[in-house]
């Protein structure tokens, strides 16, 4: 990021004004007048430590905190070592400064286990079956069942073309200095709107947004004004001492700090090309991997925004959002030669090939909202977790579900036992007994004993029906997949032809009924009637390229009823959005345990970039 313009004394107003679009909101930048800057120096990024130190000394010059002046010095002292140290000091002092202590552990564990995991033999954990390839290409053949483009930093750009998304997008990001982004990236950011005030939203969803470091963003001179807007509201809230702001802020600082941390990891992993294998258990405890991937989730920050005491259920959350997410990605992490992938550790502990990671997740996404249900109130965890479940098969970065029809057609037409294994177990409705959300550690800890399959039992489930919906055949920027006639035929029925979901007991009719549940499922049995042998191969692969550009719609509606929605009602549309890719077929079993069986090829040596963020 090219800082040098970037004045020590200009005031954060002043940055904002000569950075960000000409449509910005006057009143957001009065209020920063007089900010200064102390994100972005002329000797480039400080860190967000530091940023947090500055903070706290103007609170106690203006003699508006107890925090003794030692701290803060000892702070700078261990920031010297690393900026993570340095949150691991102020901890000492965190519940003064309205900021989770359990937090900063996570963080401190997830620095501590990226700097020594141990990288694992991937033929032990890869068990590969004759007839099933994927070639990851820049240039993929949109018709070939083994060929797969790479992630996208952007998800796609048909989003540009629709006037419901950019409206959103306007109001919010694009009218504080981000350059254009996809609802893959603004639909999390969001997240924290659910449970801000609304006089915070607008500061909340700007500093959240730091986590984007996950994506590169800030390497990107189009999102500067963004950065530079969210860290001077950092400077505004940063020194009062004890306010769900100073909390929220610093969690901002602290996400930035991670992923500043691990990107450099990460990028040296994918040059080494080793695999993304990892020893499971035996190298790192099941406590220990929660704590790492609630540290690593980059959407920590509204989790600060709420009461102390509710971080510990908040965990849950951010962890089977993870969780959930690695099951679509696997694919896509062992071509970055990714440690941290949740699938990867259940292989090592010997139970993936049970989809035991997918029965997990189900029944954490089941119990977080069993959890809203109950007394109607909605904590950042639940939000995260079951929002993040809705968000991971539609966000077009992932490529769901060409790979779902791709995948699903080559397993049908395997003789192998393990694709038989595969394909019966994505239809059978699974959790796991003995589960307790409110023991996300000691409950993955027994999903990842070897026998844990034996925990596996049926979901009690109720059955629903969606409504119809023909809006998937006129998308803005979008046409429909060009099919031969037959195939045409097959498309269109399976667009109008409603089925049935399972999902658990209680949904209301306006949840069920709801837009975005339509899109969801209209998109799901396309791809499924795509997955059938009626389909030829070409059409097949050209229904699933649709759908994946088509899904950002769901996304999109989503995205529209959360400003709308009272917070659990929204996390339950979310949920029966997430319902729809698990029944009839669980969509995320049959990805990762593709993943984990398929002979992986690339078509160029940076057919993934120097991480995992090629805009494509």
Same mark, same amino acid.
């Given at each position: 990021? %090219?800082?040098?313009?970037?004045?020590?004394?200009?005031?954060?107003?002043?940055?904002?004004?000569?950075?960000? $679009?000409?449509?910005?909101?006057?009143?957001?930048?009065?209020?920063?007048?007089?900010?200064?800057?102390?994100?972005?120096?002329?000797?480039?990024?400080?860190?967000?430590?530091?940023?947090?130190?500055?903070?706290?000394?103007?609170?106690?010059?203006?003699?508006?905190?107890?925090?003794? !002046?030692?701290?803060?010095?000892?702070?700078?002292?261990?920031?010297?070592?690393?900026?993570?140290?340095?949150?691991?000091?102020?901890?000492?002092?965190?519940?003064?400064? $309205?900021?989770?202590?359990?937090?900063?552990?996570?963080?401190?564990?997830?620095?501590?286990?990226?700097?020594?995991?141990?990288?694992?033999?991937?033929?032990?954990?890869?068990?590969?079956?004759?007839?099933?390839?994927?070639?990851?290409?820049?240039?993929?053949?949109?018709?070939?069942? $083994?060929?797969?483009?790479? !992630?996208?930093?952007?998800?796609?750009?048909?989003?540009?073309? %629709?006037?419901?998304?950019?409206?959103?997008?306007?109001?919010?990001?694009?009218?504080?200095?981000?350059?254009?982004?996809?609802?893959?990236?603004?639909?999390?950011?969001?997240?924290?709107?659910?449970?801000?005030?609304?006089?915070?939203?607008?500061?909340?969803?700007?500093?959240?947004?730091?986590?984007?470091?996950?994506?590169?963003?800030?390497?990107?001179?189009?999102?500067? @004004?963004?950065?530079? &807007?969210?860290?001077?509201?950092?400077?505004? &809230?940063?020194?009062?001492?004890?306010?769900?702001?100073?909390?929220?802020?610093?969690?901002?600082?602290?996400?930035?700090?991670?992923?500043?941390?691990?990107?450099?990891?990460?990028?040296?992993?994918?040059?080494? %090309? @080793?695999?993304?294998? %990892?020893?499971?258990?035996?190298?790192?405890?099941?406590?220990?991997?929660?704590?790492?991937?609630?540290?690593?989730?980059?959407?920590?920050?509204?989790?600060?925004?709420?009461?102390?005491?509710?971080?510990? /259920?908040?965990?849950?959350?951010?962890?089977?959002?993870?969780?959930?997410?690695?099951?679509?990605?696997?694919?896509?992490?062992?071509?970055? /030669?990714?440690?941290?992938?949740?699938?990867?550790?259940?292989?090592?502990?010997?139970? =993936?090939?049970?989809?035991? $990671?997918?029965?997990?997740?189900?029944?954490?996404?089941?119990?977080?909202?069993?959890?809203?249900?109950?007394?109607?109130?909605?904590?950042?965890?639940?939000?995260?977790?079951?929002?993040?479940?809705?968000?991971?098969?539609?966000?077009?970065?992932?490529?769901?579900?060409?790979?779902?029809?791709? &995948?699903?057609?080559?397993?049908?037409?395997?003789?192998?036992?393990?694709?038989?294994?595969?394909?019966?177990?994505?239809?059978?409705?699974?959790?796991?007994?003995?589960?307790?959300?409110?023991?996300?550690?000691?409950?993955?800890?027994?999903?990842?004993?070897?026998?844990?399959?034996?925990?596996?039992?049926?979901?009690?489930?109720?059955?629903?029906?969606?409504?119809?919906?023909?809006?998937?055949?006129?998308?803005?920027?979008?046409?429909?997949?060009?099919?031969?006639?037959?195939?045409?035929?097959?498309? !269109?029925?399976?667009?109008?032809?409603?089925?049935?979901?399972?999902?658990?007991? @209680?949904?209301?009719?306006?949840?069920?009924?709801?837009?975005?549940?339509?899109?969801?499922?209209?998109?799901?049995?396309?791809?499924? =009637?795509?997955?059938?042998?009626?389909?030829?191969?070409?059409?097949?692969?050209?229904?699933?390229?649709?759908?994946?550009?088509?899904? &950002?719609?769901?996304?999109?509606?989503?995205?529209?009823?959360?400003?709308?929605?009272?917070?659990?009602?929204?996390?339950?549309?979310?949920?029966?959005?997430?319902?729809?890719?698990?029944?009839?077929?669980?969509?995320?079993?049959?990805?990762?345990?593709?993943?984990?069986?398929?002979?992986? !090829?690339?078509?160029?040596?940076? =057919?993934?970039?120097?991480?995992?963020?090629?805009?494509?």
């Amino acid at each position: 990021m %090219n800082t040098t313009s970037c004045k020590k004394n200009v005031s954060a107003a002043t940055i904002i004004k000569n950075n960000i $679009h000409t449509d910005v909101r006057l009143p957001l930048i009065e209020t920063l007048i007089g900010a200064e800057m102390n994100f972005f120096r002329q000797k480039g990024n400080t860190s967000g430590i530091e940023s947090a130190c500055i903070a706290l000394e103007l609170a106690l010059a203006n003699e508006a905190s107890t925090v003794n !002046k030692n701290v803060i010095d000892r702070v700078r002292r261990d920031s010297e070592r690393s900026s993570i140290a340095g949150w691991d000091a102020l901890s000492s002092v965190a519940p003064i400064i $309205h900021l989770p202590p359990r937090m900063i552990k996570d963080v401190v564990v997830c620095q501590d286990v990226y700097e020594r995991i141990r990288q694992g033999v991937e033929n032990d954990v890869i068990r590969r079956v004759n007839g099933l390839e994927m070639l990851i290409t820049r240039d993929p053949s949109p018709d070939s069942l $083994h060929e797969i483009g790479p !992630k996208t930093s952007t998800g796609g750009r048909v989003w540009m073309h %629709n006037s419901e998304y950019m409206d959103i997008y306007r109001r919010g990001w694009g009218n504080i200095g981000f350059g254009p982004m996809g609802p893959l990236i603004t639909y999390g950011i969001l997240f924290g709107s659910v449970i801000a005030s609304p006089k915070d939203v607008v500061d909340v969803d700007s500093v959240n947004l730091l986590g984007s470091v996950d994506y590169d963003l800030d390497r990107d001179e189009g999102h500067h @004004g963004g950065f530079l &807007y969210a860290m001077a509201v950092a400077d505004k &809230y940063g020194k009062e001492i004890g306010t769900k702001m100073q909390g929220t802020i610093f969690a901002a600082l602290i996400n930035y700090d991670i992923q500043v941390f691990v990107r450099p990891i990460q990028e040296r992993w994918v040059e080494g %090309n @080793g695999g993304a294998s %990892n020893l499971g258990p035996a190298d790192v405890s099941p406590e220990d991997w929660v704590a790492l991937t609630v540290g690593d989730c980059a959407i920590l920050c509204p989790a600060a925004y709420q009461d102390n005491s509710l971080y510990e /259920s908040t965990r849950a959350g951010l962890f089977v959002g993870t969780v959930v997410s690695n099951s679509h990605d696997f694919l896509f992490d062992r071509a970055c /030669s990714n440690r941290m992938s949740a699938v990867m550790y259940a292989s090592a502990a010997g139970v =993936a090939q049970y989809s035991v $990671h997918c029965a997990f997740s189900t029944s954490t996404i089941d119990a977080l909202v069993q959890r809203v249900g109950r007394d109607g109130t909605v904590i950042y965890g639940d939000v995260a977790g079951v929002a993040t479940a809705a968000w991971a098969p539609f966000n077009t970065r992932y490529r769901s579900w060409q790979r779902l029809v791709k &995948y699903t057609r080559l397993l049908s037409r395997s003789s192998s036992p393990e694709a038989t294994r595969l394909l019966a177990a994505s239809r059978r409705d699974v959790v796991l007994s003995g589960f307790d959300v409110n023991d996300i550690s000691g409950s993955w800890a027994r999903a990842m004993t070897v026998g844990a399959e034996d925990l596996l039992r049926d979901r009690i489930t109720s059955s629903y029906k969606p409504s119809a919906t023909t809006e998937l055949l006129d998308i803005p920027g979008m046409v429909p997949p060009e099919l031969c006639s037959p195939c045409t035929m097959l498309f !269109k029925k399976a667009i109008t032809n409603v089925d049935n979901f399972s999902a658990i007991d @209680g949904l209301s009719d306006d949840v069920v009924s709801s837009r975005a549940v339509a899109l969801a499922a209209g998109i799901r049995r396309v791809c499924l =009637a795509a997955c059938d042998r009626e389909f030829c191969d070409v059409c097949a692969c050209r229904v699933g390229f649709w759908a994946d550009y088509a899904s &950002y719609m769901v996304l999109t509606s989503l995205m529209t009823t959360a400003y709308k929605l009272p917070p659990a009602e929204w996390v339950k549309e979310c949920y029966a959005v997430w319902a729809v890719t698990v029944s009839p077929v669980s969509i995320m079993t049959i990805l990762s345990g593709f993943d984990l069986m398929c002979e992986l !090829k690339l078509g160029e040596d940076d =057919a993934m970039g120097i991480r995992d963020v090629i805009d494509f």
